[in-house]
DNA sequence: CATGATATGTCTGAAAAGAGACATATTGTA
DNA sequence: TACAATATGTCTCTTTTCAGACATATCATG
């Protein structure tokens, strides 16, 4: 029941707070976005459309919280994004967010 | 900025997991609609709409995470609700998976 | 006795989000 | 030379969500 709901929560967050999600994949490591489709796919089990995957990625570059930058390697053109400094601050909010969120939940 | 983005989150966060929210306020204590929508407009300093709240609600004693009873206190007649036990587990899992997000962010 | 607060509900038109296709280009492999 | 994989993008139709109104009832206050 506990893995049942945490795969729906999860799969919610996911939905819902996709522009998050993004910033935490590339803020460990500068990558593009065919990558994170496999990697987001792989980690929580569930479907990533290329198709909202992209748009949301350019949005994120247009609001400053990513810098793109066109590279080759492999033999392969790709789109590696950054996080710019104003997306750092965007995650420290979100991570400041979630440990209020835990601490008033240690009461019980 | 950053608390710029903080209040940006936390309506995001508030308008898609609303749910968790509702979840999250009637673990600390039962109450009803009205009592919730003060208290959310309060500490979260944003507008949550009837509209909204009470199909959700709804939805919540639906799915067996939430139940409800008719109350009358102060003159006043409230339906008030309780969370289950499966609700209790289903605010567990929001919780570890805060727990994971965290965890994972430590690194940087 | 009108007005505002408490209390809970639905409904509709508009806006947003979703799924899935359409589109294109390169590379590696059978 | 097809076909699958890599890689990025848009577009449309459908579905869902949302804001705000419509609706109703009680109670307290001026």
Redesign the interface.
Known sequence: ??ET??K???Q??IR??LD?QLL?VI??QPTWGYQIKKQVETDFNIKLRHGILYPTLNALEKKGLLKSKKQQKDGRSRKVYTITQ?GQ???????????S??S??E??
């Open positions: 029941m506990l709901y945490k729906e929560i999860v919610h967050l819902n707070l998050i935490r803020q460990t104003d601050t965007y995650l420290t909010a979100y991570y400041q967010i979630l440990q969120q835990l008033s939940s009461k019980s």
